[in-house]
């Protein structure tokens, strides 16, 4: 596939780079030791604790800092061990029983009483996870184990009404120092990927004693990186843990790198200087819609000077509706609304074909076993938009109020399809609508409050299952009181059909049966037109040719442990 976009960027970098200078000591296998991982984000972090982690953004930056029992392999995605070397089913599929690795150290923190890290136990795992279900305000988690893990739901209602069970949710319980058992309501086929989860990473409970509210900017984990400087919104840096516990297949002591560190700049083109000169050893993302950027380019032959890589994406991107009051409470609209839209020409024309248009299913393409040929979306179809705007009352667009798209302003793509979207529904329905554009800690958090009336959110897959997208409609995911912020559900969304649809897969234990009920949960909710699908994102990465071993997937999973540096 060729992007017009992509040549000039090409052409600029290679005129002048670097390469890493460092020292560096030299490991089996050919590896070397040593370097910083300098890269760029251009999103500000909203928190790096596990239980209120839930920015893309920052899963990827405090991934190297976290883990869980179990993890998923950079490669496939499947789960591979973690601090559980292993683990047993019961036939029934209701217990889980992790034995856990000895040895493995919380990293060194000014949380333990002599800034030495602890030895991580079982308790910490049953801490963790009882922290999982319980109602403070930094847990934005419970939904991984809500109606799942034995205990859960009571163990939560009790920490609500201020009269916790200091034991826990009775379905959890450390068996010894290496052993816990996990048990369940009913079988969950998801469960192990649902404890990959970053909702389930182990932090100490040291923690939380020693800095109560400031668990946000402060990481203490076990993995192969520890916090050593973090500026909220300007920089981290992540250092070498020299007590991690992992190793190669070659028996070298990982990680390779001596820090990594992430700045915070939504400026792209600064970032592409900063690459160009050799700063930076990756660009992660190259927006599609950059016009200024234009050519030709085959995404897979990089140049001499870097590598280039294009992935498809476990990513859906949306526009959401406030359908709690007017005008969106009206399904008719909102069916206007998406029936409105041309998706084809939004990838081909503003994202230069760096897309997939989400003209079917909501759950983005590339999960193995869903029928995705059975779920259709709505098409792009402006003569029967403009019928459903008349029956709604309004007519060639007449009397329609004035409304506001509120997105983040950290992705240039995100801005010119929306700039796309307003003349589209200004074309085809007579309908104006004005943009506003805040930074994206501040648009997710209105988007939460349900304070914003229409709005653009993408979700990316935190783990690799059709149940990952379609929990965001789900009604217990939403909060009950409209005060109150919402996540995972921010569109609010109840339906008792939808919800008896999705319950009924999570207890399926044919996966042919649960993933027909999933698609036809998915049916119904593009059906009743909760949100307006617009593309299924595919990512463009820069890659310095001296970086070695960097993990590419869908998720944007990035085990930077075995990462390192060709001198």
């Known amino acids: 596939m060729h992007a017009k976009w992509l040549s000039l960027v090409l052409v600029a970098l290679t005129a002048c780079m670097g ?21 760029n984000e251009t999103e500000r972090i909203r928190s790096l604790f596990p239980l209120s982690l839930t920015q893309a953004v920052a899963f990827r930056v405090a991934s190297p800092i976290y883990e869980g029992l179990v993890r998923f392999d950079p490669k496939d995605l499947s ?21 856990l690795r000895k040895g493995v ?16 136990t079982a308790e910490d795992v049953r801490y963790c996870f009882a922290e999982l279900c319980t109602a403070r305000p930094d847990n934005q988690l419970f939904w991984l184990f809500q109606d799942h893990v034995e205990g859960a739901n009571a163990h939560y209602q009790s920490t609500l009404q201020g009269k916790p069970d200091r034991a826990g949710p009775s379905g959890i319980k450390a068996l010894g120092p290496y052993e816990l058992e996990i048990r369940l309501v009913h079988p969950v086929p998801t469960f192990l990927q ?32 520890a916090q050593h400087l973090y500026r909220p919104g300007d920089v981290i840096v992540l250092e070498r843990s020299p007590h991690y516990w992992g190793r190669d297949e070659h028996g070298n002591e990982l990680p390779f790198l001596d820090a990594v560190r992430y700045t915070f700049s939504g400026d792209k083109q600064r970032e592409l200087a900063e690459f160009r000169k050799g700063n930076l050893a ?6 599609g819609g950059m016009e200024e950027l234009s050519d030709s380019v085959d995404l897979g032959s990089g140049t001499a000077r870097f590598r280039v890589n294009a992935t498809s994406a476990l990513s859906t991107q949306f526009y959401g509706f406030n359908a709690l009051r007017p005008p969106f409470s009206d399904k008719r609209v909102r069916m206007a609304f998406t029936l409105a839209v041309d998706r084809s020409f939004l990838v081909d024309s503003v994202l230069n074909g760096l897309g997939v248009p989400a003209e079917g299913a909501f759950v983005a393409p590339g999960l193995n076993g869903y029928p995705y040929d059975e779920v259709q979306g709505l098409p792009y179809d402006p003569d029967r938009a403009r019928a459903l705007l008349e029956e709604a009352g309004f007519p060639g667009g007449s ?23 307003q003349e589209m529904l200004m074309r085809e329905l007579n ?12 648009h997710f958090d209105r988007v939460e409050r349900n304070k914003a009336e229409f709005w653009r959110e993408g979700w990316l897959a935190d783990f690799p299952d059709p149940e990952n997208f379609l929990a965001l409609f789900l009604g217990r995911n939403a909060a009950a009181d409209t005060s109150e912020p919402s996540y ?22 044919d996966e042919q049966e649960r993933m027909r009920l999933l698609a036809e949960a998915d049916q119904h909710m593009l059906d009743d037109a909760v949100v307006l699908p617009l593309y299924h994102d595919r990512t463009v990465r820069l890659i310095q040719p001296w970086v070695r071993d960097l993990p590419l997937n869908a998720m944007e999973y990035r085990d930077l442990a075995r990462v390192w540096f060709e001198r």
């Open 431 to 442: 309908v104006r609508i004005s943009t506003s554009m805040l930074p994206a800690d501040q």
């Open 194 to 225: 649902v404890m990959a989860h970053p909702g389930c990473w182990i932090f100490p409970k040291e923690l939380d004693d020693k800095y109560p509210g400031e668990q946000q900017d402060r990481a203490v984990g076990t993995g192969p990186f």
């Open 399 to 421: 009397d329609f109020p004035n409304l506001t798209l509120q997105l983040s302003n950290n992705n240039v793509a995100h801005v010119r399809v929306a700039a796309a979207v």
């Open 105 to 120: 150290r919380f990293h060194d923190a000014p949380c333990f009483e002599d800034g030495k890290g602890r030895e991580v």
């Open 282 to 287: 990756v660009v992660f993302e190259i927006p």
């Open 488 to 509: 995972l559900n921010t569109t609010r969304y109840r339906d008792p059909v939808y919800d008896s649809l999705f319950v009924a897969a999570t207890m399926a234990r």
């Open 79 to 99: 789960v591979q061990p973690c601090l559980a070397e292993r683990w047993e089913v019961s036939e029934d599929g209701l217990v889980y029983t992790f034995f």
């Open 19 to 39: 390469g890493p200078s460092e020292r560096s000591r030299e490991g089996l296998g050919g590896r070397r030791y040593g370097g910083v991982f300098n890269a």
